[in-house]
């Protein structure tokens, strides 16, 4: 569970459920008359799926997909029932009754699952409601071209699935150069095309932002929803939904040839004021920003000295004006000056990665709709 306490707390997450619901709209305009579902797997990518799925569903969004079942069963009870909840790893073995009990589609990835489903839509006398994946090229999940041969030789097995979406998965959507995409594409049509008819979907964040002919019947952004570019194309309107800031746990003056932080990383080059703020990487703060990455207070930056450790980051604070920062105070750390983006580049990551690894010592606040 987060944090109820802000000021207890490694920092402060904040959520602009606002900025949330108007990408949600500005993805929507992009792709209309395609709907827009929301991948709110991994807890809304760290920032709490409760909340999110309720801002999204209000402002009209009626599918979303989880990763494991174990996430749709913590899920399925706060959305409108009239909304659909697609399991994308599909279903392990025997989970199959859990999963028809709670009323969610599973993705079904392998002949196997696709087995499993129809024999228990046999047992209950019909037939369940069901995704299947294709691989189109990414060797990642889905059924291969073989295996959808193996299944179209059994009809009785696809009669039991009640179809509800065939999708495919983008392994280059945000490559400046589309070949992949078009290979990819091609593959899908090809293969999707040999299923009775059902809605079809294909793209993440990145794929809704490319032509029309990869958005189908529904496009699948994770994301773009929570403000990150999946890569720089201006003009899209999307805004930033997360704000982290990190508390001061101590200051201090050292000398020229202070020693800063694990392993001595660092030393001082000339006397140096010191910030010690209570968040590391046990908090999803990457490591590799050692002595690399900075925090913002105002329009100053304040590099990060030393190695980040697992509750706490050292920072050079010499360039603020000596009282500007108290122990207490907050500096920040993803928002107006630094980008999530610019995080996940300077950690030599992904936006996707900084943003999961928000842990839960961070004290979560929703701004907007929901307050
Ligand atoms: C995670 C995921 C998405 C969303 O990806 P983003 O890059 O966050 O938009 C869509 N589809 C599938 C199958 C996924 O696994």
């Known amino acids: 569970m987060p944090c109820t306490d802000d000021r207890n707390s490694a920092g402060r997450l904040t959520v602009d459920l606002d900025a949330l619901v108007r990408n949600y709209r500005a993805i929507a305009a992009r792709t209309a008359p395609v709907p827009v579902a929301a991948v709110v797997k991994a807890d809304a990518y760290g920032l709490g799926a409760g909340p999110i799925a309720a801002a ?182 999307l805004e930033p939904v997360v704000s982290l800031q990190a508390r001061v746990i101590q200051l201090r003056e050292v000398p020229a040839g202070a020693r800063v932080g694990y392993g001595y990383s660092f030393e001082t080059p000339r006397p140096m004021r010191l910030a010690t703020i209570g968040i590391g990487y046990a908090d999803g703060w990457p490591r590799a920003l050692s002595n690399r990455g900075a925090a913002w207070l105002g329009e100053i930056r304040l590099p990060i000295v030393g190695r980040v450790s697992m509750d706490s980051t050292i920072l050079d604070v010499s360039a603020l004006p000596a009282d500007a920062l108290a122990e207490g105070g907050l500096v920040e750390l993803i928002g107006p000056h630094q980008s999530l983006d610019a995080v996940a580049a300077a950690a030599g990551s992904i936006t996707h990665e900084i943003l999961t690894g928000l842990g839960p010592r961070l004290h979560r606040s929703y701004h907007g709709t929901q307050s």
């Open 56 to 237: 999204l569903a209000d402002a009209g969004c009626r599918r979303f997909f989880v990763a494991h079942l174990l996430e749709a069963r913590r899920l399925k009870s706060r959305l409108p029932d009239d909304a659909a909840l697609f399991v994308l790893n599909g279903l392990t073995p025997g989970a199959e009754p859990e999963a028809a009990d709670l009323g969610v589609i599973p993705v079904l990835n392998t002949l196997p699952q696709v087995r499993a489903w129809a024999a228990l839509a046999a047992e209950r006398g019909g037939a369940l409601p069901a995704a299947i994946q294709l691989d189109s090229g990414m060797s990642r999940l889905g059924l291969a071209p073989a295996e959808l041969d193996a299944l179209l030789a059994e009809p009785a097995l696809l009669a039991r699935l009640d179809l509800q979406l065939v999708m495919s998965h983008l392994a280059c959507g945000d490559a400046a150069d589309g070949s992949a995409s078009e290979q990819q594409l091609a593959a899908f049509l090809a293969q999707a095309d040999r299923l009775p008819p059902a809605p079809w979907s294909l793209s993440n964040s990145a794929g809704s932002f490319l032509d029309a002919r990869f958005h189908f019947d529904l496009v699948r952004p994770g994301l773009a929803l929570y403000g990150a570019e999946p890569h720089e194309i201006p003009g899209r309107a």
